[in-house]
């Protein structure tokens, strides 16, 4: 059973940074891409960035410039290094896997989240 475990949460003053990592428990065969969402109190869940296999990165618009995704494939780990925390950025981010390119990226598997708040 595929499990995909976040870590690295927590409080950050605005402007600040944090790192946040997500573990995958086995090689997920078939995926192409693995990446992350938030969700912010009140609001629907949002695409926030993705990395495919051959390390092609995207950004939702309000975080270019600011976050860093990433990834170890050793150790089916993904990355995402958060910089100039903004309030907005306050959300529960879920880790994902699943199928992606450069024009899209559709996920199939999920964690349960981590809480980021920007204070």
């Known amino acids: 059973q595929v499990q995909l475990v976040e870590s690295g949460g927590g409080l950050v003053q605005a402007g600040g940074s944090l790192r946040i990592s997500c573990s995958a428990s086995v090689t997920i065969r078939g995926i192409t891409a693995m990446g992350w969402h938030r969700q912010a109190p009140g609001k629907q869940r949002e695409w926030v960035a993705h990395i495919t296999l051959d390390g092609y990165t995207e950004y939702t618009n309000s975080v270019k410039g600011r976050f860093t995704i990433s990834r170890d494939s050793a150790k089916n780990t993904v990355y995402l290094q958060m910089d100039n925390l903004k309030p907005e950025d306050t959300a529960v981010y879920y880790c994902?896997?699943?199928?992606?390119?450069?024009?899209?990226?559709?996920?199939?598997?999920w964690g349960q989240g981590t809480q980021v708040t920007d204070v």
């Open positions: 994902n896997a699943g199928q992606g390119s450069s024009s899209y990226y559709t996920p199939g598997y």
